[in-house]
């Protein structure tokens, strides 16, 4: 009896939590449903929404909702991408030469939908478009250079390859910029010749400098000489002058002395008795036959 209130009990329990299988399912399509609607789209992307494999519109990043099962979503990087190629071509004197190069590129974010309806997404666009034209670029500028010269002017050949490249893409919805020639590999023996040409070249420098030093100290040693040279002239012509001057003002001085006698005889008198000592004249001349008489002689008698 106790057996069967059991099992009646145990019935009715499964009674109650039994749910129904289509309730199950709608309550799980509709969280399916819920889930789907709702997507987002990364930083640096932009979303191509597609319904039946067909593109639509472009989102930008964030969450955006759909239609689940219809809408589909692909992200576009939107961000800078580095493209690298690496090509044997040949230079101006037929050097076989291996280059790698890289390019920076961009999509232009407002036509990223009309790029993904024409090329069906970056890798596409990249192997189609973009690629070949950069090697074509590339390959068109290196045969204008010797290896030497490319060597040496790598930023010449870079301007002139982002130059081809820019008017090649110039008629689609991305941006080139940020060319770089990040290797060149020619044969060994040439670059054996490079560096040791090179070197030749540097110690010519350096021996042209050397010599432009000798002739700036030797013409520096020349201007010394002259400067002193020409110190001493100025100095013998100052002292000719100061001699020439001095003349003339003696000469001066004794034209106007003797002039000065000669309009007035009292001056000769005045000269005679400033020059005179005080002591008589010890003889006489006498005028005529008359002898010299010694006034000495007289004196001491």
Do not use: C
Not at 66 to 79: A, G, N, Q
């Amino acid at each position: 009896m106790k057996n069967n209130m059991s099992n009646i009990q145990k019935g009715n329990e499964m009674k109650k939590v039994n749910i129904p299988v289509k309730t199950i399912a709608g309550i799980l399509v509709g969280v399916i449903g819920v889930m789907g609607s709702i997507y987002t789209v990364n930083e640096g992307h932009i979303g191509i929404v597609k319904r039946f494999s067909e593109a639509k519109q472009q989102v930008n990043p964030g969450l955006h909702f759909k239609i689940p099962f219809i809408d589909s979503v692909e992200e576009i990087e939107v961000r800078t991408r580095k493209n690298e190629e690496r090509m044997a071509s040949s230079t101006k004197e037929q050097m076989p030469v291996t280059i790698s190069v890289s390019v920076n590129w961009t999509v232009d974010k407002a036509a990223a939908l009309d790029l993904f309806r024409q090329y069906g997404g970056l890798t596409q666009f990249e192997n189609r478009i973009l690629d070949p034209r950069f090697r074509s670029a590339t390959k068109d500028v290196i045969p204008q250079y010797d290896a030497e010269k490319l060597i040496q002017d790598r930023a010449g050949a870079i301007q002139a390859i982002e130059a081809n490249l820019i008017e090649e893409m110039k008629s689609f919805p991305v941006t080139v910029d940020n060319i770089q020639i990040e290797d060149i590999k020619l044969p060994a023996k040439y670059l054996t010749s490079i560096e040791t040409k090179q070197t030749e070249k540097n110690l010519a420098d350096a021996e042209k400098h050397k010599l432009a030093r000798q002739n700036l100290e030797a013409q520096r040693d020349v201007n010394t000489a002259k400067a002193k040279a020409d110190g001493i002239r100025l100095v013998a012509i100052a002292e000719a002058e100061s001699i020439r001057i001095k003349g003339l003002a003696e000469a001066e001085s004794i034209t106007a002395k003797a002039k000065a006698l000669n309009n007035n005889p009292l001056i000769i008198k005045l000269t005679e008795a400033q020059n005179w000592d005080g002591k008589l004249p010890a003889t006489i001349l006498g005028s005529g036959n008359m002898p010299i008489l010694d006034m000495r002689e007289k004196s001491n008698k």
